[in-house]
T-cell receptor
C-alpha cells in the first residue's frame, strides 16, 4: 500500500527515558513533517525536511531531534522525556511541485509519559 | 503573520440537512487554503484545497468549499450530511510568500451528524 507509516502506534514510557518514533513514506514525496497534537486536538508543526535538509524548525525543546537518513524517512528522537511530551505525534509528507502543498498524514503515534 | 480561525468548536446537524463548517484566515497576499478531516484515532486526511482559480472548490466525499476574498473566509460545505461525516475538521492556510512549506492549522471543529 502507498502511504505514510509510523512505528510504533503506541508508546508508553517513564519520565527521563529516551525514545524514537520512525516514519516512512513510499509516495515519492520530497518533503516530510513532524506534528504534535495535544489533548485538545490542537495541531502544531515541529519540524520539516526537504530532501533530507531541515527547512522548518519551530520552537521545540532541543530534547527533540529529527533525523532524515533519506527523503523517504524522517525519524524523531526524544531525550529525557517529560510528562508534557505526552501527545499524539503525526508524521506527514507532501509532493514536489509548486501548488502541491497538501500533506498526507501517517496514523499517528500516541506517546504517554508516566 | 498568517493565521486561521475556526470560530465553532462544534457543529451539530441532522442527517440529510446541509452543513457548513466555518473558517476565516489572515495572511498577506493570496492564500493557499486547505481542509482536512480527522476520524477518531486516525491521521488527518486531505479533503480539498484552494490555490487559485474558481472560488468554489470541490473535494472528497461530496464536500466543497467557497473561497471569499472580501470576507477572508473559506467555509466547508456539503449539501446533504451523512452520519459518517461525523469527525473533526481542520482548516489550514499557507502563506504563498513563505520560503518553507509551512501550513498553519486551525483549532478544529467537531462535526456531529445525528440520524
Amino acid at each position: 500500500d502507498t502511504a505514510v507509516s509510523q512505528t510504533p502506534k503506541y508508546l508508553v514510557t517513564q519520565m527521563g527515558n529516551d525514545k524514537s518514533i520512525k516514519c516512512e513514506q513510499n509516495l515519492g514525496h520530497d518533503t516530510m513533517y513532524w506534528y504534535k497534537q495535544d489533548s485538545k486536538k490542537f495541531l502544531k508543526i515541529m519540524f520539516s525536511y526537504n530532501n533530507k535538509e531541515l527547512i522548518i524548525n519551530e520552537t521545540v525543546p532541543n530534547r527533540f531531534s529529527p533525523k532524515s537518513p533519506d527523503k523517504a524517512h524522517l525519524n524523531l528522537h526524544i531525550n529525557s522525556l517529560e510528562l508534557g511530551d505526552s501527545a499524539v505525534y503525526f508524521c506527514a509528507s507532501s509532493p514536489p511541485g509548486r501548488g502541491n502543498y497538501e500533506q498526507y498524514f501517517g496514523p499517528g503515534t500516541r506517546l504517554t509519559v508516566t | 503573520a498568517q493565521s486561521v480561525a475556526q470560530p465553532e468548536d462544534q457543529v451539530n446537524v441532522a442527517e440529510g440537512n446541509p452543513l457548513t463548517v466555518k473558517c476565516t484566515y489572515s495572511v498577506s497576499g493570496n492564500p493557499y487554503l486547505f481542509w482536512y478531516v480527522q476520524y477518531p484515532n486516525r491521521g488527518l486526511q486531505f479533503l480539498l484545497k484552494y490555490i487559485t482559480g474558481d472560488n468554489l472548490v470541490k473535494g472528497s466525499y461530496g464536500f466543497e468549499a467557497e473561497f471569499n476574498k472580501s470576507q477572508t473566509s473559506f467555509h466547508l460545505k456539503k449539501p446533504s450530511a451523512l452520519v459518517s461525516d461525523s469527525a473533526l475538521y481542520f482548516c489550514a492556510v499557507r502563506d504563498p510568500y513563505s520560503s518553507a512549506s509551512k501550513i498553519i492549522f486551525g483549532s478544529g471543529t467537531r462535526l456531529s451528524i445525528r440520524p
